[in-house]
């Protein structure tokens, strides 16, 4: 079976294809380290008063597989193909197949499929109680679509840069999004990296949707977008949801999405059960460390993964807080606090710590006598924005 990737679509009549219709179905694995788990990472977005709006898992360089079932308005699995001139053969009842084909030479039930790598960023929202179960699937398109817009327009990056689908079935049914430029635009790992732009991305589409962020008032007077028109989520490529999409579905929902703030999850806990763990497992004799988790706490800054760790045998150095990452191996943070101008402590501090630098972490220093606001805020790349 040919494969080709996502950017090298099978050839056919763009607008035959959109209107007839395939079933089309996406199927997504996440990349896997050396130990053979999942790379990604996890994060969730939470009302002032702690109730979830979203849960997020960002991907990078995941699999994505686009899966074609079969015609939309056919009862036949899959497509057949004439096996000796490897051409496709017409579905049944097509008034424009030509001639019989021979049936010793007709191959069926071909399914065909396109694959990638793309960042991927699974979206798993809160479906607001008053949705009536038959109303689900109209919430989740319209939000798929909203915050796809919003994502357009907060980021900058045009329309074909960021798809979404939705996947699974059921109370299973999820958000999908992946990068489908060339390489990637980069913004999806935003998303649970800085604790406010869900926030932002959520007040654009609102302005999007044609409502006030401010009051939730529809700006909209007159019939020219009772559900949804062109200038909010209708578009080419959705044509086949347009009979789901309805704007007015999804603006209590992005309306209370605007004063949320997301964390990113260690290990499956939240961010409150992250933090108590790191206090707990701290050095109960350095009042530094404390204050430093203190104030990634205060401004919703990305916690650490583990605390009091030595990331290598033999390296005499045990890193006050550890941040799990691929590349680099990881980051050990050291809270240095007066003892450490010692300088036969400061000599033996570089030696060991040079030698995790040469093995491939990433090494930061938080002293003493420094803001330790303004040394995390110097870091934002491992530490987050946090909340301004």
Known sequence: ?????????????????????????????????????????????????????????????????????????????????????????????????????????????????????????????????????????????????????????????????????????????????????????????????????????????????????????????DASCSRACYRCLLSYSNQMDHRLLNRLAIRDFLMALQAASTTRLAHGRTYEEQYQRLLERRDPASNLEEKFLEQLHLARHCLPDRAQYRPEEGVYAEADFFYEREDPKGVAVFIDGPHHDDPKQKEQDSRERRKLEDMGYRVIVIRYDKSIKNQIGAFADIFGRGVA
């Open 1 to 221: 079976m040919l494969v080709r990737s996502l950017n090298s679509r099978i050839t056919c009549d763009e607008e035959e294809r959109t209107r007839e219709g395939y079933d089309l179905e996406l199927y997504y694995r996440f990349a896997t380290g050396t130990d053979g788990k999942e790379i990604c990472d996890k994060a969730t977005t939470c009302s002032p008063e702690g109730a979830d709006f979203l849960r997020l898992t960002h991907g990078p360089q995941a699999n994505l597989w686009r899966v074609n079932r079969k015609w939309r308005r056919s009862d036949q699995r899959g497509f057949s193909m004439d096996g000796k001139t490897g051409f496709w053969v017409r579905r049944p009842g097509d008034d424009d197949r030509t001639g019989e084909i021979d049936p010793t030479r007709l191959v069926t039930g071909i399914t065909p499929f396109v694959w990638d790598t793309r960042n991927l960023l699974l979206i798993s929202p809160e479906i607001p109680g008053q949705v009536a179960k038959e109303d689900r699937e109209s919430f989740l398109a319209s939000l798929s679509y909203a915050v796809q817009r919003g994502c357009q327009v907060f980021f900058q990056v045009e329309e074909q840069e960021i798809s979404v689908g939705r996947i699974g079935a059921k109370d299973q049914k999820r958000i999908l999004f992946w990068e489908a430029s060339e390489g990637g635009s980069g913004v999806l790992p935003r998303l649970l990296e800085e604790p406010k732009t869900v926030a932002r991305v959520a007040k654009e589409a609102l302005e999007i949707c044609h409502f006030d962020p401010a009051t939730g008032a529809d700006l909209i007077t």
